[in-house]
Structures are given as structure tokens and as C-alpha cells.
T-cell receptor
């Protein structure tokens, strides 16, 4: 079984709808992240959480919110989806070790907002 | 702030050709450097990493050396295969404070038989 799972894998929705993307991990890591990927822009950080009570905005948090329900679960919400939020969304986890902090990624959720 | 710059793609090579994908960075302190690979339809996988100056990361025939004097972490492979076709991302993790990754924009590699 995959260590980092994301649901759904694909989602098509309409402008104005509320959407939740979910991420679960079995790696036992405290740190979790949400990124979006757009063609030619690489990955940009939306939110990150270093433990259940520690949530931080990333580079592009406007229009998004998150919830860290447990160490293993980190959800991303779009309160009112808009077309420019059409993108590939990745969840990642990490745990600092040996002076570095390697991130492990889920398979991604492809979101289309019409 | 921190930033990572990669060469633009796509890079198209014939099988067994030599590969170089350039990556330079701007960061304060002593960041860790990473190369991630994304195969079609999949998430990102760690390819290799280096945590201090002059370290060489290597995996699956790929290598990259952390060059502090030139702030670079170029990815190389001596003989590419069709199965290496993917998007490659250079990334850094800050040396101090909170450690969210900063990614480059990615370089698509296409290897032709």
C-alpha cells in the first residue's frame, strides 16, 4: 500500500462549489504539506503543518484552507472554487533526519473547475 | 527569499546520450539540495540529494554535486534510456528555520529510441 494517499484522484467541479481534497499517510511523519502544480511553474506551496497544532500559510494560500485532523490526515479545502484553481494538487510528508528533511509525495489529485 | 532556477525544457535526447540539466539556487545559510523526478501520471519521487557543499548525490546512474561556489546542483547521467523520460525538479530546503521545499519550474526530458 502507498505511504501517502490522496482522494479523490480526479475531480471536476463547477465555479462556486466547495471542494475538499484529502490526504492520509502511514509514514508516521509529523510534517505535511499541500502543493499545486501548474504547467511551467513547478510546484508551489499552499499550506504546511509541522504538527497537529501548527499550520502555516505557504506561497499561495489565498482561496484555500486546511485542516489537520490527526497526525495522519491533512485536508485541503477550496471554499468557493474558481477556474484558475484548476491544477494538479500534491500532498507530501516529511520528517527531519540527519540534518535534512526529505519530502515524500502522494500521487496527486487532478482538479478541474469549470 | 529562496529560489531555484532550472533550464527550460523540453530536453530531447537519443538513447545513450549524455544528459545535463542545469540548476542554480539562491538561499541564505546552508540549504540541502534535491532532485525529484515525476514520471507521467505519477507523483514526485526523490531521485537524489546532497546536504552540504561538495557532497555528491547519486542514484540510478544520475549524479549531482553540491557546488556552493557556483550555487549550482546540476543533474547528470552518462547514458540515458527511454525509461528516463520524465519531468525533473530541482529543489532546496532552507538551512535554518522552517523547512518547506522551494522547487524549480521543472525540466521535461524526452529520450528517443
Amino acid at each position: 500500500d502507498a505511504d501517502v494517499t490522496q482522494t479523490p484522484r480526479n475531480r471536476i467541479t463547477k465555479t462556486g462549489k466547495r471542494i475538499m481534497l484529502e490526504c492520509s499517510q502511514t509514514k508516521g511523519h509529523d510534517r505535511m504539506y499541500w502543493y499545486r502544480q501548474d504547467p511551467g511553474l513547478g510546484l508551489r506551496l499552499i499550506y504546511y503543518s509541522f504538527d497537529v497544532k501548527d499550520i502555516n500559510k505557504g506561497e499561495i494560500s489565498d482561496g484555500y484552507s486546511v485542516s489537520r485532523q490527526a497526525q495522519a490526515k491533512f485536508s485541503l479545502s477550496l471554499e468557493s472554487a474558481i477556474p484558475n484553481q484548476t491544477a494538479l494538487y500534491f500532498c507530501a510528508t516529511s520528517e527531519p533526519r540527519g540534518g535534512t528533511d526529505t519530502q515524500y509525495f502522494g500521487p496527486g489529485t487532478r482538479l478541474t473547475v469549470l | 527569499g529562496d529560489s531555484v532556477t532550472q533550464m527550460e525544457g523540453p530536453v530531447t535526447l537519443s538513447e545513450e546520450a549524455f544528459l545535463t540539466i542545469n540548476c542554480t539556487y539562491t538561499a541564505t545559510g546552508y540549504p540541502s539540495l534535491f532532485w525529484y523526478v515525476q514520471y507521467p501520471g505519477e507523483g514526485l519521487q526523490l531521485l537524489l540529494k546532497a546536504t552540504k557543499a561538495d557532497d555528491k548525490g547519486s542514484n540510478k546512474g544520475f549524479e549531482a554535486t553540491y557546488r556552493k561556489e557556483t550555487t549550482s546542483f546540476h543533474l547528470e547521467k552518462g547514458s540515458v534510456q527511454v525509461s528516463d523520460s520524465a519531468v525533473y525538479f530541482c529543489a532546496l530546503s532552507p538551512g535554518t528555520g522552517r523547512r518547506a521545499l522551494t522547487f524549480g519550474s521543472g525540466t521535461r526530458l524526452q529520450v528517443q529510441p
